[in-house]
């Protein structure tokens, strides 16, 4: 016990040792929530509270990950851990064992982004309905969007009034029909279906609640409607819940999610307890000082007074460049700078507001051999080569229809619409008399599953690719394209091959075909966040969205314009700027030392160059936290620093 409560300070400590009833911790950025969070874990299981009946919800993967190793080293790895992931993992370990109440089989396969639009692509031109009035990612989002509120297809279909949402509702439902002819879910259905399931059937609800007697949720105001409605449901009965979050790090109302969650805490849980952390272990004094002051502009929010016991640290550098190109040089330049000052690479970010800004950055970065990684932009399973090679693990644990249509003709073998049109009347078996390719593709598949119920993951990833002559197909493909980095396009996709085959690896203690499964389900539950590489020594370039729960020695914020942030979309909703200083605040307060913000008098935008004034955020820091420079390119001329 002493070993869990050691070196928390009084309110972590009162945080961590209130066993009972609703509790809301206000954490400040940099205050120690993961570590209050997994000492609360590790304190509960102290008290003699089963783990079995603790669920701990994070937003991130990555961020699971990280409270499992610690609560390993509190309690013991020899002890059982509780359930800790996020809401999507969570509901998809329930709808594995329930899902079956609802109509479905338990093995189905979940669709991911691409997948999805691949369905809505299909029915549009299927419903008749023009797709440049209705854009599939367009419609796409409304849908995650109806979703995210608990509306279906039904209710949605129902309330239709106007020409647009009927024309949506039979997309809704065409979609919705599709996947569940398929055998499956998107993203969203996770949530969805779970709440469903408790909804319609009480006992398992009842089930449910029995079991996770104990409820921690991290990140709290960054919650939708559903995932609200979904920790309300399980927590109604026992009312032992536990929320951390931050209403001024709440950025993602473009996902649904309702910062007022945090804010109506209290008139949910009426007997709420209420904790805030508010000193600060990450940050300089400055930069926590700025970041107050900037935050305070704010109208919603519950005021916080950040404090830290470090040192007050560099002033806050403005720095003014002519354009983005002399913005990307100057990066490049304090980077060289400060590594001479004992800095490493993967002591430094970029962060801008949107993902276009990235691309001077990149090629500064090429042309003065700055190792970096860009997080967000093509995911790594979202690359053709790697989507190809899961589509066919997918088809061979599943026999997914979007799966099969991807890979039928990869590499070709001839198999047209029409032909492709049979398979799927008939299926896969009863079309092999249709064609020779058809039998002869049945056959590698059938002999593909037999194989999978005995080899590794790995193993069997290296068998799919020696089957098909992956190989061979990307050389005949794009053996005579070569990238900006002099290599050839062929090779670079089979390196990303090559990394799929370590990935697989990690699977291989599973036993088959468990280990297939496993590695399906995490990678349909692969975000942003997982991306990130702390142990490789390069620079992160990310938007400020995807900055949140990370921290640097050394912070650059480009973009500091009227226009790009706070973005020009924000600029007529005073709580849409509000969300916009929020996410300016995340960005700043990453920082552990060094924080650079830049503005670029002028900025190239759609082809045009355009002139925005410095972000009103910048004029929000006071003038005494404040270093400022300049740093020009006259026109014909050399880059001058003043």
């Given at each position: 016990m002493e070993e869990i409560l050691k070196n928390l300070n009084p309110r972590q400590k009162e945080a961590v040792t209130t066993i009972n009833g609703p509790l809301l911790i206000l954490a400040g950025p940099g205050s120690g929530k993961t570590r209050v969070l997994t000492h609360r874990l590790a304190y509960l299981i102290a008290n003699n509270i089963a783990p079995e009946n603790i669920l701990a919800v994070t937003f991130t993967n990555k961020a699971a990950n990280e409270m499992k190793q610690r609560i390993a080293k509190l309690i013991g790895e020899k002890i059982y851990a509780p359930l800790i992931g996020t809401f999507h993992s969570i509901c998809l370990k329930i709808l594995r064992k329930e899902i079956d109440k609802l109509g479905y089989k338990k093995?189905?396969?979940?669709?991911?982004?691409?997948?999805?639009?691949?369905?809505?692509?299909?029915?549009?031109?299927?419903l008749e309905i023009?797709?440049?009035?209705?854009?599939?990612?367009?419609?796409?989002?409304i849908i995650s969007g109806l979703k995210s509120e608990f509306i279906d297809y039904a209710t949605y279909a129902e309330n239709a009034r106007e020409y647009f949402e009927k024309t949506m509702s039979r997309i809704y439902s065409a979609y919705q029909n599709e996947l569940k002819k398929n055998n499956a879910l998107d993203f969203d259905d996770l949530i969805m279906l779970t709440i469903k399931l408790f909804e319609k059937f009480p006992e398992t609800l009842n089930k449910y609640q029995e079991k996770f007697q104990y409820i921690l949720v991290d990140e709290y105001q960054d919650t939708d409607p559903i995932q609200y409605r979904l920790i309300k449901l399980l927590a109604s009965k026992n009312r032992n819940i536990c929320v951390v979050g931050d209403d001024a790090q709440s950025i993602y109302s473009f996902r649904n999610a309702d910062f007022r969650n945090i804010l109506n805490f209290e008139k949910d849980y009426p007997e709420a307890k209420v904790i805030t952390l508010d000193q600060n272990y990450r940050s300089t004094q400055n930069i926590l000082d700025a970041a107050s002051k900037i935050i305070s502009k704010n109208k919603y929010q519950k005021p916080k007074n950040l404090w830290t016991e470090n040192p007050a640290g560099p002033l806050i550098s403005i720095i003014s460049t002519w354009d983005e190109k002399t913005e990307a040089e100057l990066i490049a330049q304090k980077i060289e700078e400060l590594k001479k000052q004992g800095f490493k690479l993967k002591d430094f970010t970029v962060f801008y507001r949107t993902n276009a800004q990235s691309r001077a950055i990149e090629e500064t970065f090429i042309r003065n051999n700055i190792p970096y990684k860009l997080i967000g932009a093509t995911k790594f399973y979202q690359r053709k080569e790697i989507k190809d090679l899961i589509s066919y693990l997918k088809f061979i644990a599943t026999e997914d229809l979007i799966s099969l249509e991807r890979i039928i003709n990869i590499p070709p073998r001839g198999i047209g619409e029409i032909t492709f049109e049979k398979i799927k009347r008939l299926g896969l078996k009863k079309a092999t008399k249709e064609k020779p390719e058809i039998n002869k593709f049945y056959t590698l598949i059938r002999d593909l599953k037999k194989k999978s119920e005995k080899l590794s993951l790995s193993q069997l990833l290296k068998l799919v690719l020696e089957e098909t002559d992956y190989r061979n197909y990307l050389k005949k493909t794009y053996g005579g394209n070569v990238l900006a980095n002099d290599i050839p396009e062929d090779e670079a996709r089979w390196?990303?091959?090559q990394e799929l085959v370590n990935v697989c690896s990690d699977y291989d203690k599973i036993e088959p075909p468990q280990g297939l499964y496993e590695f399906l389900e995490k990678t349909a539950l692969?975000?942003?966040a997982d991306e990130i590489n702390e142990q490789k020594d390069l620079v992160h370039l990310m938007t400020l969205h995807t900055a949140k729960g990370l921290e640097f020695s050394v912070v650059f914020i480009s973009g500091c314009e009227e226009g790009i942030l706070p973005h020009s979309r924000s600029l007529i909703n005073p709580l849409d700027v509000e969300e916009e200083r929020r996410l300016f605040y995340v960005g700043i307060t990453r920082s552990k030392s060094h924080l650079y913000c830049i503005f670029a008098q002028r900025r190239s935008n759609w082809g045009q160059k355009e002139a925005n004034p410095?972000?009103?955020?910048?004029?929000e820091i006071p003038q005494e936290l404040i270093s400022f420079e300049e740093f020009y390119k006259k026109e014909g001329g050399d880059l001058i620093d003043f």
């Open positions: 093995s189905f396969v979940i669709y991911d982004e691409d997948d999805q639009l691949s369905v809505i692509k299909k029915i549009i031109p299927e023009n797709k440049d009035q209705f854009p599939p990612k367009k419609a796409a989002a390196q990303n091959i692969f975000s942003d410095p972000s009103r955020f910048l004029t």
